[in-house]
């Protein structure tokens, strides 16, 4: 058995301290996008949850997105009553989350974060996600996604 990366492992950690039965897997290949992590997962693009930050009025934004959609950060702002939403630099990032880009788990963060979860992630069984790494990943559904962040769901595109 190969043992997770630390922020992997915190992640599993996590999630069986939240009651969830997901289990981190490590990947041969990336899943650094979307569009890779479909490939290397052999699922459809649309199945896999894509942890995205953005900066809301200035603070952190966790946007649980389709694979398959891209954030209308302009529609979104309305829909939340926030005057401005882009997304967030790097730094912003690391700062919120603790994890790199490419690797943002739903869970983990140093702090809570806001988060919404695109509404369209219902249409799947399965929804992948990133555990902390970009070559980790643990499969949930939407369900479960919202209650392991306590997001709201939204259409984000």
Not at 19 to 41: F, I, K, N, P
Not at 93 to 102: E, K, N, S, W
Not at 148 to 156: A, I, P, R
Request: proline letters at 5%.
């Amino acid at each position: 058995m190969t043992l997770l990366p630390p922020a992997a492992a915190k992640v599993q950690s996590l999630l069986s301290e939240l009651g969830s039965s997901a289990v981190v897997l490590e990947l041969d290949g990336s899943a650094r996008t979307a569009a890779e992590a479909a490939a290397t997962l052999g699922c459809d693009v649309g199945a896999i949850g894509n942890s995205l930050v953005f900066m809301a009025d200035g603070e952190p934004l966790l946007v649980i997105t389709s694979g398959a959609h891209r954030v209308d950060t302009a529609a979104l702002a309305d829909r939340l009553g926030k005057a401005v939403i882009k997304r967030a630099a790097p730094e912003q990032v690391r700062a919120a989350t603790g994890q790199v880009i490419g690797g943002v788990a739903p869970v983990g963060h140093p702090q809570p974060l806001e988060t919404v979860v695109d509404r369209d992630l219902e249409k799947y069984d399965d929804v992948w996600v990133s555990a902390g790494t970009p070559y980790s990943v643990f499969r949930t559904d939407a369900v479960e996604l919202l209650q392991l962040t306590g997001g709201s769901k939204l259409q984000v595109d």
